[in-house]
């Protein structure tokens, strides 16, 4: 019988039925970072048990890191004891650390790909719901809490119901000036924010299949934003390729096996899916939200909604209630509104080929007077590659701030914050209301081009035009 | 060895309005910096209670008629964003132990019923009524039937959904599966000597 990529990995996984139902799943890789891992130690140590597979736990850190300050102890004290504690608690249990000090640190989706830890076939999980990140290999990669990270540490394995699947084709050349993130940001305006649950999400068609590693991750990144837990695109020669020759990805004949494995985990030709959603590309234009969950996104040639337009009362009291968080006016052009802080990074967008891209563009152009630019690249490796190709001299020449490796301003944990209710393009994954530090703090999510081109110009802008895109 | 078995959560009701209520409404990250959920209750909802310069908002939160209650009714979404437990962790710890709501993003649904805090759905037009009935009474005791799915307050009761599964661990007392998990151990160890990956 035909079977996705989702079954195959499950059925490879599943350990055994537990009396509720659930199945115990096997997770191969397991991912920690010093904010939702501490607990879990905590918990181990309280119920004296040790961690069982101790080789396929990795961890480093990138919440709490200032991306401004890079000598210990750091100016915030909570932050130290954070470091200072996973530190202990690797050290304590065999756990490698890609810590400051490696050239490895970075944010955890980030670092698990670069270093080949990330890879098809898999099942991986970490304390964070941006998980799903690590499908675009091919992977089943889940978002757990951490008393979900203490019975991994403890046993290798979390308690799970199956997920459906929603295989989402999209195909056609997005048009010039559409990315990545417009193409998710687009999948969760149509499917909305609750759209996944139940779910995980194929990503296909030849959009994706044309797509970079990088632009597959984007997507993936966001699978949570629209309720899914899971996100994946099928493993093909671009993974293969983005593979080879990392850290730890099998080499020589343990390579070719390796491959022919990943290669058997695809989704069969004309396997069933619980729904299928059919999207053309042509359509995607660079999406920004102006709301308060990642669902409520506008076309940037569009204008805002109006409480009128929505046809229940619950939605006409989310908008009501997002236009008035975000002090924008119902049936507005989302263009033109006045930026305060521009944050290009994350794990949606910390990658390379994010930063070579805005390089490209705002060479020769300078921030607009008044807005704070920040660009965080997502790990150590991100930034060393970076500035080997100068790309940090032109971020600092056009007036943004060049950055350690860090999660920075996606949310609010590290000294990089919104103050009052300063409004910030970004090309983070979350506008929730005080996602990035301010409890007044709003937040315009974008792709790293459009960032850009409202750190140029001041406002929300079409980066096309700013930029001169041939169409 | 199971915990006591959750078959019904009694307890007086606030109203938490909206839809969508994200886990950095419920606890804002700022707070989280922390490597143990100690003290977690008292930013519960800490952005929606407080204004910038401290002082009380009006809310149901900072209410006082409502300052007795231990079940939260919200509306869809709930929980949705981040996979943080300290989201559940910190309604636990500031005397919640239940959640009415229209739907819950999946995994705070799964973070909660692991710590035992109940969460169940209802429709939009009976959470109305439940809301309605709190505001009317304060005092009114709400019960929240896991085993026949039900809700019940004053002299009313209208249905509730929990997960099958869920509604199972909660009913039996193994909604923390790590006992269970342990004694795969074995079975554990079978599946992943099949997978090279596993191999040290």
């Known amino acids: 019988m035909s079977k996705s990529l989702f079954e195959k990995v499950w059925d490879a996984h599943a350990v055994r039925q537990l009396a509720n139902g659930q199945t115990q799943l096997l997770i191969g890789t397991h991912l920690i ?235 069969d030709e004309g396997c069933a899916f619980d729904d299928v959603v059919n999207i053309d590309a042509t359509e995607i234009q660079p999406t920004v939200t102006w709301g308060i969950t990642p669902g409520q996104g506008v076309g940037i040639e569009e204008n805002i909604p109006t409480i009128a337009d929505a046809p229940t009362q619950s939605e006409k009291d989310s908008i009501a209630e997002a236009l008035e968080y975000m002090q924008f006016e119902g049936g507005s052009p989302i263009k033109g509104k006045k930026i305060d802080v521009a944050f290009i990074g994350s794990c949606t967008n910390g990658r390379l080929s994010d930063f070579e891209e805005v390089a490209k563009y705002v060479k020769g152009h300078k921030v607009a007077e008044g807005v704070q630019a920040i660009i965080v690249p997502g790990s150590q490796v991100v930034a060393k590659i970076a500035e080997a190709k100068g790309l940090d001299k032109i971020f600092i020449e056009a007036g943004f701030e060049w950055r350690a490796a860090g999660c920075s301003m996606c949310l609010a944990m590290n000294p990089d914050k919104l103050v009052g209710d300063q409004l910030c393009a970004s090309s983070s994954n979350r506008n929730f209301k005080g996602r990035q530090g301010s409890p007044t703090g709003r937040t315009m999510l974008m792709s790293p081009i459009m960032v850009a081109a409202a750190a140029v110009t001041g406002e929300v802008s079409d980066a096309r035009q700013v930029f001169g895109f041939k169409s | 060895m199971p915990a006591t078995p959750i078959k019904q959560v009694s307890g007086k009701g606030v109203f938490v309005p909206g839809d969508d209520i994200d886990t950095d409404r419920i606890i804002p990250a700022r707070f989280m910096k922390c490597i143990t959920f100690d003290g977690l209750g008292e930013y519960l909802f800490h952005d929606v209670r407080k204004t910038e310069s401290g002082e009380d908002k009006k809310h149901n939160l900072n209410d006082p008629r409502f300052a007795q209650a231990s079940i939260l009714v919200s509306g869809n979404n709930f929980g949705c964003g981040s996979s943080r437990e300290h989201a559940p962790q910190s309604i636990l710890r500031a005397g919640y132990n239940a959640v009415i709501a229209g739907s819950f993003a999946e995994i705070f649904f799964g973070n909660s019923i692991n710590l035992g805090v109940v969460c169940v759905i209802a429709s939009d037009a009976d959470r109305k009524l439940i809301s309605a009935a709190i505001e009317a009474n304060p005092e009114v005791e709400l019960t929240i039937d896991v085993e026949n799915h039900k809700i019940s307050f004053g002299d009313q009761s209208v249905p509730c959904e929990i997960k099958p599964g869920a509604r199972d661990s909660l009913l039996s007392g193994n909604y923390d599966p790590l006992a269970e998990l342990l004694e795969g151990a074995g079975d554990v160890a079978a599946t992943a000597g099949k997978l090279s990956y596993m191999q040290a």
């Open chain 1, 33 to 267: 970072h010093e904010v939702t891992s501490p607990q879990a130690f905590g918990m181990l140590r309280d119920k004296d048990l040790t961690v069982q597979y101790p080789h396929r736990t990795f961890a480093t850190v990138d919440h709490i890191v200032p991306t401004n300050e890079a000598v210990e102890p750091y100016s915030d004290p909570l932050a130290q004891g954070m470091i200072e504690e996973l530190r202990k608690n690797c050290a304590e249990n065999n756990v490698t650390f890609f810590d400051t000090n490696t050239g490895k640190q970075g944010v955890v989706h980030i670092v698990g790909p670069e270093q080949g830890i990330t890879q098809p076939g898999t099942t991986i999980a970490c304390g964070d719901s941006h998980t799903a990140t690590h499908g675009a290999f091919g992977a089943i990669a889940f978002g757990i809490g951490t008393s979900q990270v203490r019975d991994v540490l403890a046993t290798q394995t979390i308690a799970l119901n199956k997920l459906k699947v929603r295989r989402i084709n999209v195909t056609g050349n997005l048009l010039p000036g559409v990315y990545a993130k417009d193409v998710i940001l687009h999948i969760i305006r149509l499917l909305g924010t609750q759209g996944g649950t139940g779910f995980a999400y194929e990503y296909a068609g030849d959009t994706f299949d044309n797509f970079t590693m990088e632009e597959r991750m984007t997507v993936c990144n966001m699978s949570i934003e629209g309720g899914a837990r899971v996100g994946y695109v099928n493993p093909d020669e671009t993974t293969f390729e983005y593979l080879k020759g990392r850290p730890y990805s099998p080499t020589g004949e343990a390579w070719d096996a390796a491959v022919a494995e990943w290669k058997s985990f695809a989704s």
